[in-house]
């Protein structure tokens, strides 16, 4: 076996991609939804679904889940954790909903109401419980909050009150958990986010603990902005919680890992397997996908995303640090760069396809999915539960 492809294998054996349910059911624009006979419906179609993405590639054993959209109130936590045994896979970090409650309108760790922001905080305290009861190591925070207006808000107290609600949170952590806390620059607020960039994660995550690390998702950034070196820095400072991936041409747009800019992904991941090498702990870091899939089937663009992170993580995997590291001290730039773009444009395919074999997977799991007929009997059997309980296709957003 040559040294390349050894190479490729060790990585992979080290790299796990979790998906999210809530990328297995039917979502849309705020201008409506495309619905899918095949869409998951419960947390069990989505596990089930998750299932299967894990079946054929091998990569993707634990699923995210949103407290509210996968276990309501009152739900059987136990029968959950049964059906995702049952279907091969272990529930991984859990992200609280503090934003869609009426009561959420203004805020919920932000609110001027402390009664909202004392229901905000109940609510990430009783999804630590739920963390704890699941054996998840990940508690996911995401918050809308922010305002649409100049003057319309306190931007400092605010950030008080999310410092004060970030402690408590944190307080609840024990052993091993980890808090990540994410940033995003707009959407749905649209003049200032409380939690708007990678700094002001950073500053809450500090303040609130040593089990707080920072969460990049990779579609909260301006246009052009230099994610790898966020990626970098946040290695560099033991901050780096972990990843939700996503590709965008625009804003927040959901796309598909890699479609389009993969090279992207690959100085991401090359940053990160080189603060590896440099003898940082990588080991910890939480990859996932924040994907919604309106146009493509929901199990195969997941499926087509793993092989698309394996891909680009395998790539980078064939950096040679050693000459990259001569190159940058000569100051030779064509040969620095050209040390990225060789791993870049090598054909890393083939030994993918060897580690699959070895774990006795298909070498092409898009085409082991299409040939098992799930998508067809998911189709036809949620199709006809959707009917038996009346669930029909919603109107656009505004009417
Ligand atoms: C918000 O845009 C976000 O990235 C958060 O991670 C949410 O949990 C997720 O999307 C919901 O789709
Ligand atoms: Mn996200």
């Given at each position: 076996m040559s040294k390349q492809t050894d190479r490729i294998l060790k990585a992979l054996d080290q790299f796990n991609i979790e998906t999210p349910s809530w990328g297995y059911g039917d979502t849309g624009t705020r201008f409506g939804k495309f619905f899918q006979d095949a869409a998951a419906i419960t947390i069990d179609d989505k596990l089930s679904d998750a299932g299967i993405v894990h079946r054929f590639t091998g990569c993707c054993p634990s699923v995210a889940v949103h407290v509210l959209w996968d276990f309501p109130p009152k739900c059987d936590i136990n029968a959950v954790l049964r059906t995702a045994r049952k279907h091969g896979v272990r529930i991984g970090a859990i992200n609280p909903n503090?934003?869609?409650?009426?009561?959420?309108?203004?805020?919920?760790?932000?609110?001027?109401?402390p009664a909202v922001r004392r229901k905000a905080l109940r609510h990430i305290l009783d999804s630590v419980e739920l963390m704890h009861a699941t054996k998840s190591r990940f508690l996911s925070l995401w918050f809308a909050d922010g305002s649409c207006y100049p003057g319309q808000s306190d931007i400092v107290q605010r950030k008080e009150w999310f410092a004060e609600g970030l402690r408590k949170s944190h307080d609840k952590l024990r052993g091993n958990d980890i808090m990540l806390v994410e940033y995003k620059p707009f959407e749905p607020a649209f003049y200032h986010t409380d939690i708007g960039d990678w700094g002001m994660a950073y500053i809450l995550s500090r303040q609130s603990g040593k089990r707080a690390r920072v969460l990049v998702d990779?579609?909260?950034?301006?246009?052009?902005?230099?994610i790898e070196q966020i990626v970098a820095w946040l290695l560099d400072e033991n901050m780096l919680g972990g990843f939700h991936f996503n590709d965008r041409?625009?804003?927040?747009?959901?796309?598909?890992?890699?479609?389009?800019?993969?090279y992207q992904v690959f100085r991401i991941f090359h940053e990160i397997q080189l603060a590896g090498w440099k003898g940082k702990n990588i080991r910890d870091i939480a990859y996932m996908v924040d994907q919604c899939h309106n146009l493509k089937g929901k199990v195969e663009e997941t499926i087509q995303t793993a092989m698309n992170a394996q891909e680009l993580w395998a790539k980078a995997a064939l950096v040679d640090y050693d000459k990259l590291g001569r190159h940058q001290m000569r100051c030779e730039l064509i040969d620095a760069e050209n040390c990225l773009r060789a791993a870049f444009s090598t054909d890393v395919r083939p030994a993918i396809e060897l580690w699959r074999r070895k774990r006795?997977?298909?070498?092409d799991p898009l085409k082991a999915f299409r040939a098992s007929g799930y998508e067809r009997k998911a189709a036809k059997d949620r199709a006809a539960r959707r009917r038996a309980a009346g669930i029909v296709q919603g109107k656009s957003f505004a009417f």
């Open positions: 503090v934003f869609q409650a009426q009561d959420y309108k203004f805020g919920s760790l932000g609110n001027p109401d990779t579609g909260h950034h301006y246009q052009s902005q230099n041409r625009y804003a927040d747009d959901d796309l598909t890992l890699g479609c389009i800019d993969p006795g997977l298909h070498p």
